[in-house]
């Protein structure tokens, strides 16, 4: 799997439907609805993330990010590449290979958004809190039900209501990490921001699925 999807993967998390018994913790899940409630009060929001990935717990790689977001819109840029979800359809942007995919949004290509994945805590994980750690309450998440995924950890600033880091660890000892330097929110964002322009792709390779 490629930098660029595994980058789309733990962003997207939280997309993946499974029923099953879910444990939750209190204090954890008063937490995550604060959070959540506070990133669906706004308009738009953008970030600037250090995406990590490594095995045996140790990030070994690291790229920086940039994501925008408009209600159920959003844009992701990393490594030269673009995802584009107009509210419709998903855009994969590869520039190194000059492709662009385009497809509407199932699975894990539904939302990349940090709301999203905190709501997939209401289903889809058991919840507990494990205390607080460099000013930041941790919040893990261990899914219901198995998914490749061990064990997700949530570093969440209480005052501000905004997740900081995430971190993931797989059943096979990858970690993938997502760590935002900084956060604007309710920012002036131009519409053609998450639309796809193809006369910008003429000489790519675009393919409808």
């Known amino acids: 799997m490629t930098?660029?999807?595994?980058?789309?993967?733990?962003?997207?998390?939280?997309?993946?439907?499974?029923?099953?018994?879910?444990?939750?913790?209190?204090?954890?899940?008063?937490?995550?609805?604060?959070?959540s409630a506070n990133y669906k009060s706004k308009n738009t929001m953008y970030f600037k993330f250090s995406y990590g990935m490594g095995s045996n717990g140790k990030v070994s790689?690291?790229?920086?990010?940039?994501?925008?977001?408009?209600?159920?819109?959003?844009?992701?840029?990393?490594?030269?590449?673009?995802q584009i979800f107009d509210g419709n359809k998903v855009y994969n942007i590869n520039a190194e290979d000059m492709e662009v995919t385009i497809a509407k949004p199932n699975g894990s290509e539904a939302m990349l958004s940090p709301i999203n994945y905190l709501d997939s805590y209401k289903k889809d994980y058991n919840i507990s809190y494990t205390g607080n750690k460099n000013n930041l309450e941790v919040i893990k998440l261990t899914p219901t039900k198995k998914n490749g995924i061990k064990h997700v950890f949530l570093h969440i600033n209480k005052a501000k209501k905004q997740i900081e880091k995430i971190e993931q660890y797989a059943d096979n000892n990858d970690i993938t990490t997502i760590s935002i330097s900084q956060y604007k929110e309710n920012l002036k964002v131009e519409p053609s921001t998450f639309s796809f322009n193809k006369n910008l792709y003429k000489n790519y390779l675009i393919t409808e699925l």
């Open 3 to 35: 930098f660029f999807k595994k980058t789309l993967l733990i962003l997207s998390l939280g997309i993946v439907s499974l029923a099953a018994a879910q444990k939750v913790d209190t204090k954890a899940k008063n937490i995550l609805d604060e959070t």
């Open 61 to 82: 790689k690291t790229q920086t990010g940039n994501f925008y977001a408009s209600k159920n819109k959003y844009k992701l840029k990393i490594m030269g590449n673009e």
